[in-house]
């Protein structure tokens, strides 16, 4: 995905975010009648299209003043980590409440962009200890990224990371030093490709069945010589934590391995799994 595809997702989020943000009726920043500077920090971040570093699962998150989790938190696919924030507060203890809602990421693939869609009935809150009013912002951009940031697309899965930036090394595995015949590049004479030889479906997340998400998602995968599939990249993304249910399928996926010469090679293929 180029810089302008990135670009161009970050503001449809703002945009999206911010409408929606308004449509719930948030509290603007002159309605605080005892100034204060944290909150008011903090509400700067209304209208923004954040997604939740780290990617946790839970609707109640804890935070310290520096923006670092207080507890192990499990881990969700990033499509599924948006938060739109609607609402901050002072609790008496001090700390910070961060209420919003869930928000699952759609690719719209006529348009090439990702799109934000709040989810029903998922409310989320986040706990952060109270830290000095100008030690906000640095903890929230802790916590959150505006956008797909750099940080964001280097903390995800390999099948995530090489479709932000499909040039990037692989860490080294079975296939490393061996000639992988790629997808884009031109095929050898006497190529044959890999052919499925035992498949898995992936199952819908709960998110993309309330919300009837349909589509398509495509990866690119090298299968080796044995048959087994390796380096497994998202090339056309869903969302709704759809891809990485694509890509956990195609794990569980065997081939007869294809030929190069008459030959066992790592070839490099298309899936397409379609949802509906």
């Known amino acids: 995905m180029g810089l302008g595809k990135t670009f161009g997702a970050i503001a449809l989020f703002c945009a999206i975010s911010a409408a929606q943000s308004r449509a719930v009726g948030q509290t603007p920043l002159d309605a605080h009648a005892d100034d204060d500077l944290g909150v008011i920090a903090a509400e700067r971040w209304i209208g923004r299209a954040l997604i939740v570093r780290g990617f946790p699962r839970e609707d109640e998150l804890k935070y310290d003043a520096a923006g670092q989790p207080r507890e192990k938190m499990k881990a969700t696919d990033w499509t599924l980590a948006g938060f739109d924030l609607v609402k901050v507060a ?3 203890d001090g700390d910070l409440t961060l209420d919003g809602f869930r928000v699952a990421i759609r690719y719209n693939p006529e348009q090439h962009i990702f799109e934000r869609h709040r989810l029903k009935d998922e409310s989320v809150r986040i706990l952060l200890a109270a830290p000095s009013a100008p030690g ?4 929230l951009a802790a916590i959150f990224s505006v956008g797909i940031d750099p940080a964001l697309q280097r903390s995800m899965p390999s099948c995530w990371s090489h479709y932000f930036l499909p040039s990037e090394e692989w860490q080294a595995d079975g296939l490393t030093g061996q000639n992988v015949t790629g997808l884009t590049a031109k095929p050898p004479v006497g190529l044959v490709y890999p052919v499925v030889e ?3 479906e992936p199952g819908f997340t709960p998110e993309a069945m309330a919300d009837r ?3 398509l998602v ?4 090298v299968v080796d010589s044995k ?8 090339r056309q993304p869903l969302g709704y934590g759809l891809d990485a ?5 195609v794990e569980r996926y065997r081939f007869h391995p294809g030929t190069v010469g008459g030959l066992p090679a790592a070839i490099e293929v298309a899936v397409n799994q379609t949802f509906q």
Do not use: D, F, M, N
């Open 198 to 200: 035992k498949k898995s």
């Open 90 to 92: 002072r609790r008496v």
């Open 213 to 215: 998400v349909h589509g």
């Open 227 to 234: 048959g087994i599939p390796l380096r497994i990249a998202i």
């Open 136 to 139: 906000v912002e640095p903890a």
């Open 245 to 249: 249910k694509t890509v956990e399928a």
């Open 218 to 221: 495509q990866v690119r995968v």
